[in-house]
Nanobody, 123 residues
Framework: QVQLVESGGGLVQAGGSLRLSCAAS????????MGWFRQAPGKEREFVAA????????YYADSVKGRFTISRDNAENRVYLQMHSLKPEDTAVYYC????????????????WGQGTQVTVSS
């Protein structure tokens, strides 16, 4: 089992920045690819970013490319999502995810999920 706990969400004005953090525990963190997904009210959960076990493989949704940066610290068992130039359409609950093996961008392929952290961007 892997436990994931997100933090860092909040209310920010459009154009602002937030940094989400996800603390992992339970298994060897470096064995897991990590991802961030988000879900807005009335919408399906969507992929945001993912990072491979080593950190060398990184993927972004087109909607966040150039504004968001995913990173991980295998020594600290943490994955981060730095978000800049936030837009109202980024408003959602953001989830941290983990899967053993290679990095992927599909939600159904991830085995472990955090409880989510709310990000609200005001216009």
């Amino acid at each position: 089992q892997v436990q994931l706990v997100e933090s860092g969400g909040g209310l920010v004005q459009a154009g602002g920045s937030l940094r989400l953090s996800c603390a992992a525990s339970g298994r060897t963190f470096s064995n897991y690819a990590m991802g961030w997904f988000r879900q807005a009210p009335g919408k399906e959960r969507e992929f945001v970013a993912a990072i491979s076990r080593s950190g060398r493989g990184i993927y972004y949704a087109d909607s966040v490319k150039g504004r968001f940066t995913i990173s991980r610290d295998n020594a600290e068992n943490r994955v981060y999502l730095q978000m800049h130039s936030l837009k109202p359409e980024d408003t959602a609950v953001y989830y941290c995810t983990a899967r053993a093996g290679t990095v992927v961008t599909t939600a159904r392929s991830y085995d472990y999920w955090g409880q989510g952290t709310q990000v609200t961007v005001s216009s």
